[in-house]
């Protein structure tokens, strides 16, 4: 059976190690696929979100940049398009990404590649150094208890019901001895 490709822009991209380019250095997409935890891209600088894991494509370590095919509204598109002047990115027309609070550069979208690099065409390509992550479900702090804690029965109840009383007593008894003295301080008339 033949290896599925995948399509970009109408043209067949698989290098020949026979994987994609967007699949990262180690052998593929490390968030979703091995039922990882989805994470949360966020700008280095404000701490706005900027994308996530559900939409990442991979990730390229000799640039430094992680691929999204979509973003939030905080990643602004500049409207002026560079032409690259990197010897591997020749011929490539790209805009800058910056974010929407900070303004800081964030990354490239490419709008015109040569074939060899048709994969990063139209793709948020985003500087590893602006952008920082966070790991859903990754806080140790839970909100629920255990299943293994013991569940409320009749006599635990019980007791919870007797220390309640005796707080209620200490209370009743403060209160009296406070009214006591606030009636000490006011004025005779009053």
């Given amino acids: ?4 490709k995948k399509l970009y822009a109408e043209h067949e991209i698989e290098d020949e190690s026979g994987t994609f380019p967007w699949t990262s250095q180690e052998g593929g997409d490390d968030c979703e696929e091995d039922g990882g935890p989805p994470a949360v891209f966020l700008c280095v600088h404000c701490k706005l979100p900027i994308g996530d894991s559900l939409a990442r494509l991979g ?6 940049t992680i691929w999204l095919k979509t973003t939030t509204n905080n990643v602004v598109v500049s409207n002026e398009k560079l032409v690259s002047t990197k010897l591997n990115e020749c011929d490539c027309i790209y805009s800058l990404l910056s974010c929407g609070g900070c303004c800081c550069e964030l990354g490239k979208i490419y709008t015109c590649t040569p074939k060899n690099l048709d994969y990063k065409r139209d793709v948020f390509c985003l500087n590893v150094m602006s952008v920082a992550s966070y790991v859903l479900g990754s806080t140790p702090h839970k909100l629920l208890p255990d299943e293994d804690d013991e569940p ?11 220390d309640i009383q005796k707080i209620k007593s200490v209370l009743m008894t403060l209160e009296e001895r406070l009214c006591a003295l606030e009636s000490n301080f006011l004025p005779k008339g009053q």
């Avoid at 059976?1 to 599925?4: A, F, G, I, V, W």
């Avoid at 990730?59 to 430094?64: A, I, K, L, R, Y």
């Fill in 59 to 64: 990730s390229e370590d000799e640039t430094g």
């Fill in 1 to 4: 059976m033949d290896s599925p």
């Fill in 152 to 162: 409320i029965t009749v006599e635990s109840r019980m007791f919870v019901e007797t």
